[in-house]
């Protein structure tokens, strides 16, 4: 069974950092596409930041780049997403997903993943 738990949201005031974690389980990341995305009230779910496989190029929202760093530890089968300079729009449920992606081909951007995880709150403000 595919699990995948994300961990480390919270309330951060703004021009601070937060640390996102998601554990997969029942899966090796070495070969899934991997993605970060977010959801605020009222607004669809869009993407953040994700890498189409484990030698795939990196994709960034314009919203985000310059202050997240999405990574993985293979060896851990965990994935990262650093937030720094974090601003009040940026706060939302925020979601990990993984898709298998042996090609290297999957459009890491879209919302056709197979495994999601149940989501981490991040709140910014002062």
């Known amino acids: 069974q595919v699990q995948l738990v994300e961990s480390g949201g919270g309330l951060v005031q703004p021009g601070g950092s937060l640390r996102l974690s998601c554990a997969a389980s029942g899966l090796s990341l070495d070969y899934y596409a991997i993605g970060w995305f977010r959801q605020a009230p009222g607004k669809e779910r869009e993407v953040v930041s994700c890498?189409?496989?484990?030698?795939?190029?990196?994709y960034y929202a314009d919203s985000v780049k310059g202050r997240f760093t999405i990574s993985r530890d293979n060896a851990k089968n965990t994935m990262y997403l650093q937030m720094n300079s974090l601003i009040p729009e940026d706060t939302a449920v925020y979601y990990c997903a993984a898709e298998f992606d042996y090609s290297g081909s999957f459009a890491c951007g879209s919302l056709g993943y197979n495994y999601w995880g149940l989501g981490t709150q991040v709140t910014v403000s002062s």
């Open positions: 890498v189409s496989s484990s030698v795939g190029s990196t």
